[in-house]
């Protein structure tokens, strides 16, 4: 069956990407081809400069996600990079039966360098393709990118990142050892380690959503409070990602939790005292 596909990395299947695939899914059935989303492996940037983001969501959230909308299929960029555009459309035309091509509004392609429409038009003829552009998503004049939304977390803010996604952000990790800090307290946290690829917020306590097999009653998420940051109350050195679940007992090492973050409460503070946190973490709970 023809083909009617959409190629780019896509990282955090973001608002304006789901506004691209409703178009990839209404041409599709306007030309009663099927939907293929194309994206790749790895980052064009760990390739082309070896500088790679940190990213919004691993290959299997991306998988997960970009499932949603089409038949995803992965390339290794460093495989098609060396293409020109027409090697390239030939590939596509030829392997995967490509008669239109919906480019988002900003896209390029080929190792020949930047073309126009008109050029990527004439070279899309060749081998009996039709290349057509997307229109760009835009709401209250703000288009959202994954730059923009990387750079949105860096800084904390959670709020205007969620609403450029159209989803909470979310972070997923083994449960792994701690100092135990926060059990001595009276509030045990369960420390979390994410893929080593995914951007982690700006160093904070955050109001999150936690789920995990052995959080999980009656169809119900528990809300709970994540401390990101080196805790310097206590002297470490390094970044730990720590939450503390409200009214939650048992063990949850080795298990794997998904945090989907809702918004900042403050920012990371060194106290005096182990009182002092205690009694501010009293206050942060307030916020759930």
Not at 2 to 28: M, N, S
Not at 150 to 161: S, T
Not at 169 to 179: D, N
Request: glycine fraction near 8%; include cysteine.
């Amino acid at each position: 069956m023809p083909a009617i596909a959409t190629i780019g990395f896509f990282d955090g299947v973001h608002k304006g990407h789901r506004y691209l695939f409703e178009q990839l899914r209404g041409c599709a059935e306007r030309y009663d081809e099927r939907a293929l989303i194309f994206t790749f492996l790895q980052h064009p940037r760990s390739v082309l400069t070896h500088d790679c983001p940190p990213l919004l969501t691993t290959t299997e959230e991306r998988e997960r996600l970009l499932g949603n909308y089409g038949d995803v299929h992965f390339f290794d960029f460093a495989e098609v990079q060396p293409l020109t555009a027409l090697q390239f459309l030939d590939y596509l035309a030829d392997r995967w039966k490509v008669r239109h091509l919906l480019m988002g509004y900003n896209h390029h392609f080929g190792s020949d360098g930047r073309m126009s429409d008109e050029q990527y038009a004439d070279i899309a003829r060749q081998v009996g393709m039709k290349v057509l552009r997307a229109e760009p998503y835009s709401e209250n004049d703000l288009r959202p990118s994954s730059t923009k939304i990387r750079n949105l977390l860096l800084q904390g803010n959670i709020a205007e990142a969620n609403a450029m996604l159209g989803y909470d952000y979310q972070l997923t990790g083994r449960v792994v050892h701690g100092r135990m800090i926060g059990r001595q307290i009276g509030f045990p946290t369960a420390n979390i380690m994410p893929d080593a690829s995914k951007l982690v917020p700006a160093a904070g306590v955050y109001k999150v959503m936690a789920n995990g097999e052995r959080l999980t009653a009656n169809g119900q998420q528990p809300m709970a409070i994540v401390n990101i940051g080196t805790n310097p109350t206590v002297g470490n050195t390094h970044q730990t990602i720590e939450v503390h679940i409200p009214g939650f007992e048992g063990d949850l090492y080795n298990q794997t939790l998904t945090l989907h973050f809702i918004e900042r409460i403050r920012s990371e503070q060194r106290f005096e005292s182990l009182d002092e946190l205690k009694s501010q973490i009293q206050k942060d709970l307030t916020s759930i």
